[in-house]
C-alpha cells in the first residue's frame, strides 16, 4: 500500500457548497506529486473511529462526477456532531485514529466543518505533536453562519445569503398583495451571530424596503422597543416585514424564544421559536394579522440558489488545503482576505487552529445602526460580492440532478 496517501471528513450542519471543498480537495490530490490515494471518512471522524471509508481517487475519477459533485447540496461523506474527548483525559479514541492513518498509509487529514469541526482539528493536531506524528492536519471552513475567526467569509455563507435575500424579497411580493394591516416575522439560523440575517439586506430594490427591520444576536433585544418600532412603522406602512436571528436574546442574555431544548455535545442550546415568541408579542401587544416564518433548515441546502463565486472560492479553498499538507503546514486552517470589495477580488492562505477553534466572530458593531434594529452600508457592501453568479444546476424531469448519496444510506 502507497505510504502517500490523505483523508477527507465532512462535520457539522450541511450547506450547498461544502461538497465543492470536498472535490477540490480530490482535485489537489488527483493533480498532486505528493499523495496518491484520497479516501473520504463517512460521518466525518466516525468514519474513522468506525472504519467506514470510500476510496473518492476511484469513485470520483471523471471530471464529470466532480462537477456533479460540486453542485450537490449537503455532504456527500455525511456528517457527524462528535466531540472527541480531551486527549489527557482519554486517549483511546486518538490512539485508535492514528493507528487507521498509519494502516492506510494517511499522510494528511483534511476535516471540513464549522467551529466544532475545527475543535476536532485542534485537538488531532495536540496529539499529533505529542507523538511527534508527521501527518498533516488541515481545516477547511464550512458554516453558513460565517462566524470562523481569522477568515474574510466562510464557504456556504454566501449561497445561503442568497438563498435569503431571494427568499425575503418572495415573502414581500407575497405580504404586498394585501391592503390590509399586517406584520411578518422572518426566523433565520444565527445562535451568536447576525451574518445570515443580515444577508435579508440584500433583498431590497428600487420598490422594495422589506426587510423594515433587522434584529441580530449582537445586539441586546428590547421586548418594548420592538413594539414600538412595529408601531411606528404601521403608520407609514400597511406591510411590515421583520428579519430575526433564532439567537437574539435580551440584555440578561436571556434567548428570546418559545421553547428550549437540550443542548447538543458542543453545548450549544437547541434554539426554536424566536419568530413565533414576537408574532405572540405583536398579537398580544398590537392586534394586527401576524404571521411568523421559520425558514430552518430550508437556507442550507437551497442548491437551486447556489452562488457560483460561494462555489469557485469553495472548491479552490479544497485545493488550497492540499497544497498547504504539501508544503507541511499543519494545525491550520485555510483562510481567505479580501484584497479587494470593486472589483472583489481574494487571496488564499492559511491560520493557526488555535484561535480559531471554540471562538466566533461577530459582526462589527459598527456595521449595525445604534438603535440595533437594522444593518449598516458597510455591512451591505461586505455580503453584496458573496451572492454573485448563478451555478448551472443540471436537471432531468423538472427535477435537480444530484450525486447520489447510497452509502449514506445502506439497505439492508
Not at 55 to 81: F, H
Not at 244 to 260: C, F, L, M, W
Not at 392 to 408: D, K, Q, T
Request: aromatic content about 8%.
Amino acid at each position: 500500500m502507497s505510504q502517500s496517501n490523505c483523508m477527507v471528513a465532512q462535520s457539522g450542519g450541511p450547506t450547498t457548497a461544502i461538497n465543492a471543498s470536498l472535490a477540490g480537495v480530490i482535485h489537489g490530490v488527483m493533480n498532486s506529486g505528493k499523495y496518491d490515494t484520497c479516501y473520504g471518512s463517512i460521518n466525518g471522524i466516525l468514519g474513522i473511529l468506525n472504519e467506514r471509508y470510500l476510496n473518492l481517487s476511484t469513485a470520483m475519477a471523471s471530471p464529470e462526477s466532480l462537477k456533479r459533485l460540486c453542485l450537490t447540496p449537503a455532504m456527500y461523506l455525511g456528517s457527524c456532531r462528535y466531540k472527541l474527548p480531551n486527549y489527557r483525559d482519554d486517549d483511546s479514541p486518538y490512539v485508535f485514529i492514528f493507528n487507521q492513518f498509519e494502516k492506510l498509509g494517511i499522510k494528511a487529514f483534511f476535516y471540513i466543518g464549522g467551529n466544532d469541526s475545527m475543535d476536532t482539528v485542534l485537538k488531532l493536531s495536540d496529539y499529533a505533536e505529542k507523538i511527534n506524528s508527521d501527518i498533516r492536519i488541515i481545516g477547511i471552513p464550512k458554516t453558513i453562519d460565517n462566524d470562523l475567526c481569522a477568515t474574510d467569509h466562510t464557504p456556504g455563507f454566501g449561497s445561503a445569503a442568497k438563498y435569503i435575500a431571494s427568499t425575503m424579497l418572495e415573502v414581500a411580493h407575497d405580504t404586498f398583495i394585501y391592503a390590509v394591516k399586517s406584520v411578518t416575522i422572518v426566523e433565520i439560523m444565527g445562535r451568536d451571530a447576525g451574518w445570515l440575517t443580515a444577508a435579508s439586506a440584500l433583498a431590497r430594490n428600487e420598490y422594495n424596503t422589506a426587510p423594515h427591520f433587522i434584529y441580530l444576536p449582537e445586539t441586546p433585544f428590547d421586548q418594548e422597543q420592538f413594539l414600538e418600532d412595529i408601531r411606528k412603522k404601521l403608520e407609514t406602512l400597511n406591510n411590515v416585514i421583520v428579519a430575526v436571528s433564532e439567537g437574539i436574546r435580551d440584555k440578561e442574555g436571556n434567548y428570546i424564544t418559545s421553547s428550549q431544548a437540550m443542548a447538543d455535545q458542543f453545548g450549544h442550546q437547541q434554539l426554536s421559536g424566536a419568530g413565533k415568541a414576537l408574532e405572540f408579542l405583536v398579537k398580544e401587544n398590537i392586534g394586527v394579522k401576524v404571521r411568523s416564518v421559520e425558514i430552518n433548515v430550508l437556507q442550507r441546502c437551497a442548491a437551486h440558489l447556489t452562488s457560483a463565486t460561494d462555489l469557485k472560492e469553495s472548491f479552490t479553498q479544497g485545493q488550497k488545503a492540499v497544497s498547504l499538507a504539501e508544503e507541511n503546514v499543519t494545525a491550520s486552517m485555510v483562510t481567505l482576505e479580501r484584497t479587494s470589495n470593486d472589483p472583489y477580488r481574494v487571496s488564499y492562505s492559511h491560520a493557526p487552529i488555535r484561535g480559531i477553534a471554540n471562538e466566533a466572530k461577530l459582526i462589527p458593531r459598527e456595521w449595525i445602526n445604534e438603535a440595533g434594529n437594522d444593518i449598516k452600508p458597510e455591512l451591505e457592501e461586505y455580503l453584496r460580492p458573496l451572492i454573485q453568479g448563478e451555478a448551472a444546476v443540471e436537471f432531468e424531469n423538472g427535477i435537480p440532478v444530484y450525486m447520489p448519496v447510497p452509502h449514506l444510506n445502506p439497505q439492508p
